[in-house]
């Protein structure tokens, strides 16, 4: 089974930027559609932005139009570039298929984006 390894997180200032990178143990090519999901602190954790192998790609409302999401499959790999990064964006940001059953051991570590000022 695949496993994902989130990095690039940190901490950065009210609307600056931030690339995320998801690596995969293994080959994603046959994963129809990818997703970057977030937790914030006492919140559920909800997707945010989606890619599928076309590279057609749908984000969530509070992310449209700062958030790009992108895959390169043959590095195994999915990206998310943030940009007028928010305050309210700050949560632990996780990578996985979208569409299928994901359970507790399906989550990784995750990696920390922290917003402030």
């Known amino acids: 089974q695949v496993q994902f390894v989130e990095s690039g997180g940190g901490l950065v200032q009210p609307g600056e930027s931030l690339k995320l990178f998801c690596a995969a143990s293994?080959?994603?090519?046959?994963?129809?559609?990818m997703g970057w999901y977030r937790q914030a602190p006492g919140k559920q954790r909800e997707l945010v932005a989606v890619?599928?192998?076309?590279?057609?790609?749908n984000y969530a409302d509070s992310v449209k139009g700062r958030f790009t999401i992108s895959r390169d499959n043959g590095k195994n790999t999915v990206y998310l570039q943030m940009n007028s990064l928010k305050p309210e964006d700050t949560a632990v940001y996780y990578c996985?298929?979208?569409?299928?059953?994901?359970?507790?051991?399906?989550w990784g570590q995750g990696t920390q984006v922290t917003v402030s000022s």
């Open positions: 996985n298929p979208v569409g299928r059953t994901l359970n507790k051991g399906d």
């Open positions: 890619v599928r192998n076309s590279g057609s790609a």
């Open positions: 293994g080959s994603i090519f046959s994963i129809y559609a």
